[in-house]
């Protein structure tokens, strides 16, 4: 079997070949993860569509364009966006650097990044809070803060999951099921960060235009 | 008494007045006494099973070789066993409804109105999310990973996780017999009625954590099973060489994908409602109580089929078997597995017709529902020409196959009757929908998985299930099921409205007393059930099929032992057609030893899956009585035990080639010495699990 070959028989695993370890566990760990993340976007399908139909529903509480900020909105798409670069370049560290100088940085980065996310949606929270649009003032904020608030919860359990990678690599070191991991950290990292674009043009962007 | 004190922080919205012992003391009606009755018999059931077990010393047996377990073929006996007690609890609250029915006509009957919503709303709860869901998923984590020739599923933790957030579910419905009182929403828990201003008690609040339970459970099982069979069937079993179960598996694993969601998020945005205060399905403010509607059938629709489509794979294995013939029309039976579960998304709106849209999408979706039936068609004509000119045995499961067919066709064309609109508004809401579903459920669901229990029950346990009994349970299932559910098709197109605690027209009442019945009649089916278990158990030793082939059935499950060893295969199967074993076993290649013996690395028993979903279970107690320390330390429980299980590198065992072997070289010599059985004495002590087949 020629190089290429080799490669090709985990195509799933972006990891460096190895062509004496057969990989069908993690191929099926990797795959199964892929499956959640499909399960996972039905949700998300959901709470847009809920978000959708309830856009009305304000219900004589603040509406889309009193309570959302594009400033703060951008700045935590743009960290949101880094991170996934970062986690990029995390992941290329995995495969291509045997060293885990590089990749602890990188994961760091990611986590910083992420954590700098949710401690400006969380300050953006307590401002509409201070602005009384609580979710149980209308059916529009109530599905605005559950679709927003399910994806922050998504971010804090993806940090909280790179804070034990981080632990991992630390005590334990680089065994497959720490590489596996990380290679599903970085598809639900990578979701999440698919999941706020739609969320800064479906419900920033939009609500912001009307 | 209600001052916020150290009372209120330990023990939440919890008092003397939550136990049904207490109510039935302050006012000692009928119904209450009925209700504390319920509450002593599951607290009587618990104490006893618990002094039977500590009695005869089996609690390290239990919890070492059970709760623990990771293997799919236990895993999956646990989720039969649990459907089967939750099956004997809904059906008798199914009888104690009828008995109201019957009797209270201008009367105010046995129970009281309150009480008779819990009990439709239990029973329905029940039948769907923990004796339904429960059994099927335990009939494929036995068979499937067999069927495909895999050693487990691909995720074995994840299947032990599944399992106990199941069972803590169902433990949930039960606590709510003895604790507070459920939902009286119904099974699909409509608001507004089941939000906090309609509804203030615990009632729905147990009925979405117990829900939510089950949903969750249900969606980490439907990712294992798409997994484990995309990734982890034998060299050689193409797509198209599964036994067709493995198909009815996949398609209602990937319906389990992306069905169950819905209902997850339907039920967390309820409970955002209660417990938050939000506006999703209130009454003003914004809610919009249709979002639940679409949400619960977005869910609900495919779950029917997440039901019926794996009863289609057990009775494709059993009257192939018991005809012994090759399934005919294999490709057409995939392309319509496959063509029922695409539709099943396509026709949720059919369960509101009446709630508002326009008639032209009313049209589509009814139109859409009649476009499932052909799909179905072609499945029982394919069944119907498996049987033609077959070698056909009435045991047990083939009469439950032939009782489903006439049956089910009968389901069938009341529910064409149902898809049409016009006439939808005058039968929605009414015992002629109750009739109509019941007529799916029972004689498609039901009986499919009692016929896959009685006819993998010898692979699982290694001796055959008593044939007389099984006789007279599918007797009584079948016509229990006629005579409890054909008055009610007549009483809803006379305009008997389901769900009805008092009658006012004595018209109705012959056909409610037939249909008490019929409901004992079905109770007698499950009755005779436990006893056919019971018999076949005393006369365990007559009856054993040790070489596991006891019906020349054709998967790869029956080329191993009965019961098979924790390792399933020797060595990983080659299959190079479809019917793999039944072509083997007639070329000479069945019962060989292995070329060279290795050693076998399984899963290590683990006790995080089981903490992890009773963990979950306490904090839907919690959160039912608002006993908010209780519900924050078990989330922090299962955040920790999931923490710490990733940090586990010890997880899997190996099983020494030599034990292998020896193992194997027994069941081989039992092979070697059995007496190949002919057909016609397959039900008698003589059946060894040899089967005699012509060359």
């Known amino acids: ?210 | 008494m209600t001052e916020p004190g150290i009372w209120h922080f330990l023990l939440g919205n919890l008092s003397w007045h939550a136990l049904p012992f207490v109510r039935a003391w302050r006012d000692p009606s009928v119904s209450e006494v009925i209700g504390a009755a319920a509450a002593a018999i599951v607290v009587l059931g618990a104490v006893a099973l618990f002094v039977v077990i500590t009695r005869f010393g089996k609690w390290r047996y239990l919890w070492s070789e059970w709760v623990i377990s990771l293997d799919h073929k236990k895993i999956g006996i646990m989720y039969i066993i649990l459907a089967g007690i939750m099956l004997t609890r809904a059906l008798i609250e199914a009888v104690l409804m009828r008995t109201q029915q019957a009797v209270a006509i201008n009367a105010s009957g046995v129970v009281g109105p309150n009480h008779f919503a819990q009990l439709f709303s239990t029973h329905g709860t029940i039948m769907i999310f923990f004796m339904a869901m429960p059994f099927l998923t335990g009939l494929i984590n036995y068979v499937m990973p067999l069927q495909i020739g895999a050693r487990d599923m691909a995720f074995p933790y994840l299947n032990s996780v599944g399992l106990w957030l199941t069972v803590s579910g169902a433990l949930l419905m039960m606590v709510s017999l003895v604790v507070g009182q459920f939902s009286t929403g119904g099974w699909s828990g409509y608001p507004p009625f089941t939000e906090l201003s309609f509804n203030p008690g615990p009632g729905p609040d147990y009925w979405i954590w117990a829900v939510t339970l089950s949903s969750i459970g249900s969606t980490t099982v439907g990712i294992n099973i798409a997994c484990t069979l995309y990734k982890m069937r034998a060299p050689g079993m193409a797509w198209m060489r599964m036994p067709l179960f493995c198909w009815t598996a996949l398609c209602t694993a990937i319906l389990m994908i992306f069905a169950m969601p819905p209902l997850t998020v339907a039920t967390l945005l309820l409970a955002a409602d209660r417990y938050a205060g939000m506006h999703f399905f209130t009454v003003g403010h914004g809610g919009n109580m249709m979002n639940y509607v679409n949400l619960f059938w977005l869910f609900g629709h495919p779950e029917v089929y997440i039901l019926i489509l794996p009863a289609f794979g057990v009775y494709s294995e059993v009257i192939s078997a018991f005809s012994s013939k090759e399934l005919y029309g294999y490709t057409s039976l995939v392309v319509a597995t496959a063509a029922i579960a695409v539709l099943s998304f396509t026709v949720w709106l059919h369960h509101f017709f009446t709630m508002g849209q326009s008639a032209d999408i009313n049209a589509f979706f009814g139109i859409a529902t009649m476009t499932i039936g052909v799909p179905t068609g072609v499945k029982i004509y394919d069944w119907i020409w498996t049987m033609f000119r077959g070698r056909v045995r009435f045991t047990p499961p083939m009469l439950l196959s032939i009782a489903f067919m006439m049956t089910f066709v009968l389901g069938g064309f009341t529910g064409i009757i149902l898809a049409t609109p016009p006439l939808d508004f005058m039968f929605h809401n009414t015992l002629f929908l109750v009739a109509h579903f019941h007529n799916m459920l029972i004689g498609g669901l039901l009986y499919g998985l009692l016929a896959g229990y009685m006819y993998w029950f010898p692979k699982a346990f290694g001796f055959r299930l008593n044939e007389a009994w099984g006789r007279i349970s599918v007797c009584c299932w079948v016509g229990g099921f006629y005579l409890a559910f054909m008055p009610l098709y007549v009483l809803g197109a006379a305009g008997l409205a389901r769900r009805t605690q008092e009658i006012f027209d004595p018209a109705f009442r012959p056909w409610l007393i037939v249909a008490l019945c019929g409901a004992l009649v079905l109770f007698a089916a499950l009755i005779s059930l436990f006893v056919q278990l019971y018999v076949s158990i005393r006369d365990r030793d007559h009856n054993r099929v040790p070489v596991g082939d006891p019906w020349d059935a054709r998967g790869l499950e029956w080329s191993i032992a009965a019961p098979p060893p924790e390792w399933n295969f020797v060595t990983i199967p080659h299959v190079g057609n479809r019917d793999a074993f039944y072509w083997r076993k007639r070329n000479q290649g069945a019962y060989r030893p292995a070329d060279h013996y290795r050693d076998i690395e399984l899963p290590k028993d683990t006790a995080c899956g089981v903490i992890i979903g009773l963990a979950a279970g306490v904090c839907g107690f919690g959160l039912v009585w608002h006993i908010w320390w209780m519900a924050v330390l078990c989330l922090a429980v299962i955040v920790a035990t999931v923490i710490l299980r990733a940090f586990e590198r010890d997880v899997t065992r190996i099983i020494p080639a030599a034990r292998v072997e020896a193992v194997d070289r027994q069941w081989l010599a039992q092979a070697e010495a059995a007496q190949p059985t002919p057909r016609e004495r397959e039900q008698s002590a003589e059946n060894q699990g040899l089967a005699q087949w012509m060359a």
């Open chain 1, 1 to 210: 079997m020629d190089g290429l070959g080799m490669r090709r028989r985990h195509p799933g695993l972006n990891l460096p070949d190895d062509p004496d370890h057969i990989r069908e566990q993690d191929e099926n760990d990797v795959f199964g993860f892929w499956i959640f993340l499909m399960s996972d976007a039905v949700l998300f399908a959901l709470l847009f569509a809920i978000y959708g139909t309830m856009l009305r529903g304000t219900a004589g509480a603040p509406g889309p364009a009193q309570i959302f900020k594009i400033g703060p909105a951008f700045i935590e798409t743009m960290l949101l966006l880094s991170s996934t670069f970062t986690f990029g370049m995390a992941s290329i560290a995995l495969k291509r650097d045997a060293r885990n100088k590089r990749l602890v940085f990188w994961l760091v980065a990611t986590l910083l990044l992420g954590l700098g996310f949710l401690g400006m949606e969380i300050n953006d929270f307590a401002g509409m809070v201070a602005q009384h649009a609580t979710p149980e003032r209308s059916g529009f904020l109530s599905a605005f803060f559950v679709l927003v608030g399910m994806h922050g919860l998504h971010v804090s359990i993806g940090s909280l999951w790179m804070v034990v990678m981080l632990v991992q690599l630390a005590t334990i070191g680089r065994d497959h099921k720490v590489e596996i991991n990380l290679i599903r950290l970085s598809l639900f990292w990578h979701f999440l960060d698919i999941v706020w674009i739609a969320i800064f043009s479906v419900v920033y962007l939009q609500g912001l235009l009307r």
